[in-house]
């Protein structure tokens, strides 16, 4: 007896999406990405979305969604004079500036010896400046068949030196933004050229009210340097360029004994030359209290010194900070971080620089001691053998 087992025939049932089967990321429309997933992650996340896929890679190249992230990340960014700056970018505009805004000035960017030649840069902006109001040139239009005057703007292009900076400022406390501000500062008058350079967002009588409670011991300073942030976007607009002078996370908070001001610090150290070595560009976040006993924002400066402490004039702080915004940049991910150290290796180095200019004068005034000495025991000695 022979008997033989039949298995029964498998059989494959595929479902799909339009069955009412699961949907993969694939199957999603474009429209569905774009509109509804790629709004929601922030700058750096759209920029690490973009480099997933090559689909991924063209629906983040859109415009408005970097224009949402600078923002979100900087409410600055959405005032006209900003939006009409970006706009001129390369490169759909808003995601360029992210990438410059957001990345960190490199602490290796090339030496700048060149000093003395902003006087000529200075020149070139001024000639700009008066040329371009009556520089023009004809063009023959064929349709009209007729010459027609046009302006140019040709000679901006040729202009190395901004005639102006833009600064875009915002504070933020516990991720939630308490001052935000835009400042327009012209680099070709005598009066900035000359005088210390010092660009200030709010007027000397203005106060901005915020909900912090004003700092009343040491743990609330530790606080402020915690959950305080700030950026400082300086913008080059004829040049297209954006720089971050900020370090996110304030470097110092030191708190007045007497008025009770407390002073909030952010810097960006800047590498120049030998001689030099390297320059601090120092934002300071002066607050004060109320009657009610919360934080008032007093004053929001920024300045450039050098490792001895003097404050550079707006002529060579213009030549540092177009170098800067001309040169290699840095991830800004850990910036909070990096801005530290560099600002504490900063103090060592400007600490050890004293030292070392300390002990170079005492060893002149000893040599010069030394010498006064011995022409006095000469001249005692001369005066002894002629009265011999």
Known sequence: M?????????????????DGGPTGFSDLHPYIIEAHILTRPDGPTLASTSCSSATLHHLSSENHLWSRACHSTWPSTATPRISHVISTFPDAGHRTFFSQSFSLPSSENKQINDLESVSLTSLRSTIYIIL????????????????????????????SSPPELISAVDIHYKNKAIFSNVQETETTSSWFQS????????????VISTPIKHPSDDDTCTDLIEHMTLSWILIDPIGRRSINLSSFKSVSVQRHWLTGEVQVRFTSILTVDQKRGHVQ??????????????????EVSLGVED?????????????????????KRGNGANRGEIGRKRYEEFLEMRRERKEKKLRREGTL?????????????AFWCFLFCMSR
């Open 281 to 298: 560009c120092e934002i300071v976040v002066t607050c004060g209290g109320s009657e009610v006993g919360e934080m008032q924002v007093r």
């Open 132 to 159: 371009s109001n009556f520089f023009s040139v004809c063009l023959f239009d064929r349709n009209r068949k007729q010459w027609i005057i046009q302006q140019t703007n040709s000679i901006a292009n040729r202009s």
């Open 307 to 327: 490792m001895d402490g003097t404050h550079l004039n707006g002529r060579e702080s213009l030549v540092i900070l177009q170098k800067v915004l001309e040169g």
């Open 195 to 206: 005088s210390p350079f010092r660009i200030d967002m709010i007027d000397p009588k203005e």
């Open 365 to 377: 005034d000893s040599l010069c001691v030394a010498f006064g000495i011995s022409i006095f025991v």
């Open 2 to 18: 022979t008997s033989s087992l039949h298995s029964p025939p498998i059989t494959t049932t595929t479902i799909t999406a339009e």
